[in-house]
């Protein structure tokens, strides 16, 4: 069964611009959440998404927002990119919702200019 | 959310056991402990996970104490490439479930040939 993938795997852009990371969960899983990984703060949850709804939220700014379509598929979207936003941006996927094992993709290094 | 108390870091042999503590003296009652592992340049991956009783599976053992107030994972013979860093988590059973993990600083391992 293949793992969860993510694309792109490295990106860089240039402050102001903005950013769409791609999740492909493993087939049958319904849950997604993304984190962010930095050196400084270490991995922090951003959202979670379940049945193309938004769950579950942590503490980042607005400019951060996500979806998740019908097949499960999820992107994460960051506005308005600061220096600040470098970071690994890891994708998990879980078959529902509660204290499961989730499975986590090798992630996007995203890194801003 | 709950936290845990984990050492910084750990060094250890190859092939011998290993034992990595963690503390989570608010945890309640409906709070699972939940280990990850992080290897370099890799996602999380599920260690093991459990709630009173000690669990063991193919990968690692988690003995819990009896006032659950800290756990110790064990790996029974460690090899390089359980070089990691191991994460223990909190995890409560909240109303409609949540996948939301949050992730301390976390013990990082250092196996020696």
């Known amino acids: 069964k293949a793992g969860v993938t993510q694309t792109p795997r490295y990106l860089i852009k240039t402050r102001g611009q903005q950013v769409t990371l791609s999740c492909s969960p493993i087939?049958?899983?319904?849950?997604v959440s993304w984190y962010q990984q930095t050196p400084g703060q270490g991995l922090q949850f951003l959202f979670e998404?379940?049945?193309?709804?938004?769950?579950n939220k942590g503490n980042f700014p607005g400019r951060f927002s996500g979806r998740q379509f019908s097949n499960s598929r999820s992107e994460m979207n960051v506005s308005t990119l600061e220096l600040g936003d470098s970071a690994l941006y890891l994708c998990?996927?879980?078959?529902?919702?509660?204290?499961?094992?989730?499975?986590f993709g090798p992630g996007t290094r995203l890194t801003v200019l | 959310d709950a936290k845990t108390t984990q050492p910084n870091s750990m060094e250890s042999n190859e092939e011998e056991p290993v034992h990595l503590p963690c503390n989570h003296s608010?945890?309640?009652?409906?709070?699972?402990i939940h280990w990850y592992r992080q290897l370099p340049s890799q996602g999380p991956e599920y260690v093991i996970h459990?709630?009173?009783s000690n669990v063991n599976n193919r990968m690692a053992s988690l003995a819990i104490a009896e006032d659950r107030k800290s756990s110790t994972l064990i790996l029974h013979r460690a090899t390089l490439r359980d070089a990691a860093v191991y994460y223990c988590?909190?995890?409560?059973?909240?109303?409609?479930?949540?996948?939301?993990?949050?992730f301390g600083k976390g013990t990082k391992l250092t196996v020696n040939p």
């Open positions: 087939s049958g899983h319904r849950s």
């Open positions: 998404y379940f049945s193309e709804t938004q769950r």
């Open positions: 608010t945890i309640s009652g409906t709070d699972y």
């Open positions: 459990g709630l009173t």
């Open positions: 998990a996927s879980s078959l529902s919702r509660g204290n499961n094992e989730q499975f």
């Open positions: 988590i909190l995890r409560g059973v909240t109303q409609g479930g949540s996948e939301k993990l949050v």
